[in-house]
């Protein structure tokens, strides 16, 4: 890999596939139901947040200080790229095929949640069926599933992307070349 942007997304995408792996076999084989729960979501954006500040940060100082918004946003997809699919490989391997049966506690966790979430929304009782009926047929370990929650991740992620690109930039792409580059440039013709 040429491009030290490349090598640096890919450096903080290992370190957040990592953070996955550990993360996913702690939570499976200590308390499934922990997958489900929303401060383990806020925990598991903190992570990114920090790992992703970091791997921009990084490839400001590899690039002399000065970074576009493409080369803030470059490493920081790269990295979000293989950290999520990663995280979804991981996901899919935990419970299709070691444990299986752990399914069964993901789905009843989210039952109740929506539940509760439905009951306290105050709907009509028309409306909260129809929830019902909706997540009955919802699968989320089928494939197309699968596929949307890891795209939908990617999207999620990259929106910080972008924001954290922007914090960061510090150099216009299109910025005129400076007086000595166009004397060169004009030189050469």
């Known amino acids: 890999m040429k491009n030290p942007l490349n090598k640096v997304g890919l450096t903080f995408g290992i370190i957040l596939a990592l953070y996955y792996i550990l993360f996913n076999c702690t939570l499976f084989f200590t308390d499934q139901t922990l997958f ?3 401060f383990v979501g806020f925990f598991t954006m903190a992570i ?12 400001k100082r590899r690039m002399g ?4 918004f493409r080369e803030a946003f470059t490493p920081f997809l790269i990295m979000i790229a293989i950290g999520v699919t990663v995280n979804f490989a991981m996901y899919n391997l935990l ?3 070691i444990d299986p049966s ?16 439905l009951n306290n929304s105050g709907l009509p009782q028309a409306q909260i069926d129809e929830q019902f009926a909706k997540a009955k047929e919802l699968n989320q370990f ?5 596929l ?10 990259s929106i910080l992307g972008l924001l954290l690109a922007a914090i960061f930039k510090n150099k216009s792409e299109f910025t005129p070349p400076k007086e000595e580059e166009q004397a060169t440039a004009d030189s050469k013709n």
């Open 102 to 117: 752990a399914k069964d506690v993901i789905n009843k966790v989210l039952h109740d949640m929506l539940v509760e979430t």
């Open 148 to 157: 949307f929650m890891w795209a939908g991740s990617i999207l999620r992620n």
């Open 142 to 146: 089928e494939p197309k599933s699968q």
């Open 36 to 38: 489900a729960n929303k």
């Open 65 to 68: 200080g000065y970074l576009t």
């Open 48 to 59: 990114i947040i920090i790992i992703g500040v970091l791997c921009v940060f990084t490839a």
């Open 95 to 97: 419970f299709q095929l």
